[in-house]
């Protein structure tokens, strides 16, 4: 069983950055971020996986979101610049145990889950 503990959201205004961290209690093939806005599905955000650091994203956040790891620390980061009111979610880390082709885009594919983090961003 793997334990994700989320860190890092909270208020910030349009055009402004925020950095989450998710820390995992054991070792993972891949992490990911996904995100809930009210009256909204969650959704993929990003994902990157442990031994080569491939990443993907979600469209939305190309070129914005940037996720990276850190093996020594079983930590994930998701850094968020510029960023826009539609950003505005709960933030879910997780992770996946064992191997699949890539960095897992569904959710199914994770067989662990974080709290949630609120990111609340004002326009």
């Known amino acids: 069983q793997v334990q994700l503990v989320e860190s890092g959201g909270g208020l910030v205004q349009a055009g402004g950055s925020l950095r989450l961290s998710c820390a995992a209690s054991?070792?993972?093939?891949?992490m990911g971020w996904f995100r809930q806005a009210p009256g909204k599905e969650r959704a993929f955000v990003a994902a990157i996986v442990r031994s080569d650091g491939r990443a993907d994203y979600a469209n939305s956040v190309k070129g914005r979101f940037t996720i990276s790891r850190d093996n020594a620390k079983s930590t994930v980061y998701l850094q968020m610049n510029s960023l826009k009111s539609e950003d505005t979610a709960v933030y879910y880390c997780?992770?996946?145990?064992?191997?699949?082709?890539?960095?897992?885009?569904?959710?199914?594919?994770?067989?662990?889950w974080g709290q949630g983090t609120q990111v609340t961003v004002s326009s």
């Open positions: 054991g070792r993972t093939y891949a």
């Open positions: 997780a992770a996946r145990g064992s191997g699949v082709f890539g960095a897992p885009q569904a959710q199914q594919l994770y067989d662990y």
